[in-house]
Each structure stands twice: as C-alpha cells, then as structure tokens.
C-alpha cells in the first residue's frame, strides 16, 4: 500500500494560441484546495493536466511519492492507471447503466485488496442508497451530481478532483450538495482538488486557495491567509473579506451564541450545533469599521482589538483595504480614506474593529 | 416459385449475413478512427468509403474484375497464396459486396461515435478502464442503435445490389446467382410471373426492413448522409 499523500506539486508550462499556462504550486496532502479564478484563467486546463486527460508537453505532477508525470524524465502515467476521482461539471453518468453499475464502474477495476470503501458506505455518505437501481434519465440534477461524486469515491482514489461540480446546478440543487460536499471534507482523509469561480463555495468549503489569473498562479496558501491578503486583484476584492474557523463555545442567556477562535470571541444568533462544533464563517470586509478607543454606546456586540499590518487602496475610489489581525487572526476591512487619514490608520496602530456582521458558512 | 428462385433467396441471405458480419467487423475500426482521429488523412479515407455511394456499381465492378483478374495484383496475391482467383466465386462476391456496402455500415457507426463525444471515454479513464476496456464497456453500447442501423442497412444493402453482383460474380447457379440476378433472368427470359413473385418478396423485405429501423431508431437514420 501506498504511504500517505504529504504534499501535491503541480508544475505546468503550456502554450497554445494565445493562452499560455504557468503555474508551479505545492499543495497540502489533505483537505480542500481550491483552484480559483475567473473563466479563462485556465483552472479546469490545470485540473484536466493533473488528471492526464490533458496532454501537457511541459509537466511535472507529484502526487505524494507517486510521480504521475515528469516530462524532463520521459515519464507519463496515463489517466487510466492514475489513482484518482474526477467529478465533472456535468456528471456525465453512464446512460446505459443503472446507478449501481455506473458506481461500481470504477470499484471493479481496483483490486479488492485496494478498495478503500465499500458501495453501501459511500451511498450512505452521499444519500443515493434509494437510487441504486434507477437509470440515470430518472434522476434529478443533484441526484445525478452525487452518483457521480460516489462513483469517483468508488474508484478508491488518492486524490479526488472536482471541476465546478455545482456549476451546472440552480441555487437550490447546489444548496443540497454543499452538505454532501461538507461530509466529504470532514470524514474523508483524501485531499481533493476543487475548482470553482464562485466565491461562496470556496469560502465554504477550501482550506487551502491557489488564486488563478490568467494562467499564471498569483496566490497559494491557507485560505484565511489567502482571502486575507489585502495585495489582490479586483476579482476577489470586489468580495473582500475574511473566513474564520472557529468552535461552538456555549450559548448565552439572551439567544446568542459565542463562537471562539484564535483571535477572540464572536457572539451570532443563536446556533442549534453541539458545545464544541466547527463552524466556519465569513466576515466581508464592508462590514467591518475600526475605532480609535474601545467603542461605547453602540449598538454592535462583536467588538475586538486588533493591530493593522497594512492598508491598500481599493478599486472604488476614496476607499481603502486594511488588513488586521486580531491575535493570530487575520481580518479584512473597508473604510474610507478619509477615515483612514483622519484616523491615522497605518501598520502598527491598534485600534478596535466593530463587525456588524457574521455569515456563518455552514 | 422453383428451385432455382429458392437457392438463389438462400444465396442471397447467405451472402448478406456474411457480408454483413465482416462489414461489422471491418467498419467498426474504421468509424472508430474516423470518429476520434485529429490526422489530416481523415477526410481521404472518409471519402474513400464514402465513394460506392456516388460510383455506379459497374465502376467498383470493373476495377475489381481486374485487380482480381489473373494480371491484377490482387489475383497474383490470391494465387500465389493458393486461394485462387476470385471473380465468379462466392468469396469475390462477398469481397465486392463489402467493399460496395462498406458506406452504410461506416456512416451510422462513425455518427454514432461522433455523438458519444469525449467525455463518457475520459470518465471512463478516470474510473480506470485503458481504452480497450473503454472501448467495449461505454463506447460500444452507447453506440448500440448504430450497430443496429449499420448492422440492417448494410444487410439490406447487399441484397438489393445487382450491378457489382453481375461484374464480379457473373450468373452461376447456387454460386453467384442472387435475387436480383435471378429477377433479371425471369425479366429477360419473360417470366413475368416469377420475376413478379421474386420483386414483390424484395419489395415487402426492404419496406419492412426500413419501417422497423426507423421505428426502433429514428435519429440513427436521420443522422446517416
């Protein structure tokens, strides 16, 4: 058996026509990492090259101590004997098979000694144990997405890559298989590979971000770190904030809940998850002000110190980005420059942050 | 009907079942390369087997009566090979007609491979099947209604032939002679009646042929050129 995933190094020069892909990235071993940019930015290019359905001539694509392609050493593994999941936009089943058979499609082909999960497991992780014996006309488009999510799991793969695989669905198909997706992240321990041009997804589910502009990787790391990065292009600043992972600390007496991270305590609205859950949550950088002293007389429960690290303009003129961190914790905020002036705003002050709201992720 | 019109209906089914599984066997690689190849030869060889759809039969005929003939290279091939030669044989007839029906079995396969598209056999390779095990496990039965419009129409196509039959096969009895032979031997030798009895059987077998195919499969059909 093969030893566990510690990192995934993807390094791909390509030039066809006018587009030109260049990116070298190191990814964690585990968790979601999210490839992420605009359309055209060559993400699904990239995933496609990682999975060897893409022929690059320039490439070399590490998978722990698996090395699936290096073209300086002539080495080229084809697709087919790449241990890995695909989940494309559209789930593209098998339409002459029933759902059982499109899902042990792929688990035939692994000898059994290698399987890493058995069909009832992932139906169950994916809720599709009812569907087993339909055909794949009689699904709906979140049913056909998840069948097609199982069947990746399935092929026992050490890596699983998802090109938009809500794309192609309406808010409320999406809404039922962000869950799904969420399980996936908790209970497995394979790194997956997810790309996405919608910021809501990746805030929700990444842990790890590779920011794609055209064909050129200008960003990688944890995703906190990464949204946290006031030096970014308009593509995300537009949606400037950060994401925090934080625990279920308790409940309040007054209908509020406190949430608990590495830089302080944040009050929401009352959660019905266990003492001790993780939620995750975003916090946009418009609804984040700063004050000198400690504020009183507001109305705003969720005020905390924090130290600027820096401030930059933003793409909205008179605006500016500073980013803080509180503790450990990075933030995001957008103010005015003349509050910034006025305030004095500048790397090194402490002020205290009033964040007017919290959008819990999960 | 006589004897004679019996042995030649046998002979004609015989030959098209015949035909019809080498057409099979030899068109599929063909529409399969058609279908996923990027090499500038693909409009040649396309156009190749698409010819015996636009050259009289007497055109095929003839250029194989001499490639097979004892000067041509294909007759010294098959009699140096111990197989003899070829013209006024079954097994000349049959080479001709595969060669004549090759179109219509490689037109619906190729469009049924075309409208399969890439993706099933790129998930198929991330599912880890090789080509070959992607080939027979999604391609194939994906193209089922094409092997079933190849399958009859290159059938039907090598019973109503005449014009190859009679250059390449001539007018043997239970050798060479299929219906359409014998239709106009009863034509010429005014047997009305006969040839009557013959014309309706092909008649109705061709109409119940079609009407079934584009009852089972109307787009496999409406795809073919």
């Given amino acids: 058996m093969v030893g566990a995933i510690d990192t995934i190094q993807v390094a791909l020069q390509l030039q066809r026509g006018d587009f030109q892909l260049d990116i070298d990235v190191t990814l964690p071993g585990r968790g979601i990492s999210a490839l992420f940019g605009p359309s055209g930015s060559g993400k699904t290019t990239c995933l496609r090259a990682i999975a060897g359905l893409e022929r690059v001539n320039d490439a070399r694509i590490v998978i722990g101590n698996e090395v699936w392609q290096d073209s300086a050493q002539g080495i080229f593994v084809p697709t087919h004997e790449r241990a890995l999941g695909y989940v494309f936009q559209e789930a593209s089943l098998f339409e002459h098979l029933n759902v059982r058979a499109n899902l042990e499609f792929g688990m035939k082909r692994v000898p059994p000694g290698e399987r890493t999960f058995s069909t009832e497991a992932v139906a169950g992780l994916l809720g599709i144990g009812d569907l087993l014996a339909r055909r794949p006309g009689k699904l709906s488009g979140g049913e056909r997405q998840r069948v097609a999510i199982a069947r990746a799991l399935l092929a026992s793969p050490r890596l699983l890559l998802m090109d938009e695989p809500l794309a192609a669905l309406d808010l409320r198909r999406k809404q039922e298989i962000l869950p799904y997706l969420e399980r996936l992240h908790d209970e497995l321990s394979i790194p997956i590979i997810y790309v996405s041009h919608a910021p809501d997804e990746v805030a929700r589910l990444a842990d790890h971000l590779v920011l794609l502009d055209a064909g050129r990787a200008i960003a990688s790391g944890p995703l906190s770190e990464t949204l946290a990065r006031a030096d970014l292009p308009p593509t995300f600043a537009d949606d400037a904030g950060v994401v925090l992972d934080t625990i279920l600390d308790g409940d309040e007496a007054d209908a509020l809940s406190r949430l608990r991270f590495a830089g302080g305590v944040l009050y929401v609205g009352q959660r019905k998850e266990a003492v001790g859950s993780h939620l995750r949550c975003r916090i946009h950088a418009r609804d984040v002000s700063l004050a000198l002293q400690r504020p009183s007389g507001t109305s705003i429960v969720n005020l905390l110190p924090a130290r600027v690290t820096a401030t930059v303009p933003t793409d909205t003129p008179g605006h500016v980005l500073v980013q803080l961190r509180m503790g450990p914790t990075p933030l995001l905020a957008r103010i005015t420059e003349r509050s910034r002036r006025e305030l004095d705003i500048v790397p090194g002050r402490d002020v205290w942050v009033q964040i007017k709201g919290v959008a819990l992720l999960s | ?225």
């Fill in chain 2, 1 to 225: 009907m006589d004897a004679a019109d019996l042995a030649a209906i046998w002979l004609t089914l015989k030959l098209a079942t015949v035909v019809t599984l080498l057409l099979l066997a030899l068109g599929t690689p063909v529409a399969w390369w058609l279908a996923r190849t990027r090499s500038r030869l693909k409009n040649v060889v396309a156009a190749v087997v698409a010819l015996p759809l636009v050259l009289p039969p007497t055109v095929i005929g003839f250029y194989l009566l001499v490639a097979l003939g004892p000067n041509g290279w294909l007759g010294k091939l098959t009699s140096t090979l111990g197989i003899g030669l070829l013209p006024f044989t079954f097994a000349g007839l049959v080479l001709a007609s595969v060669l004549y029906s090759m179109p219509f079995v490689v037109q619906p396969l190729h469009n049924a491979f075309d409208a399969i598209g890439e993706r099933p056999l790129e998930v198929a390779a991330t599912l880890r099947a090789s080509p070959w095990d992607a080939f027979w496990s999604v391609a194939v039965p994906l193209a089922r209604p094409g092997f079933l419009s190849a399958a009859v129409l290159g059938f039907a196509h090598t019973v109503g032939e005449f014009g190859v039959v009679l250059m390449i096969g001539g007018n043997i009895p239970d050798k060479t002679r299929v219906v359409s032979v014998q239709i106009y031997d009863h034509v010429e030798a005014l047997e009305y009646a006969q040839a009557h009895w013959l014309s309706g059987a092909m008649l109705t077998f061709s109409f119940v042929v079609l009407l079934a195919l584009y009852t089972v499969n109307p787009q496999a059909v409406r795809g073919r050129r």
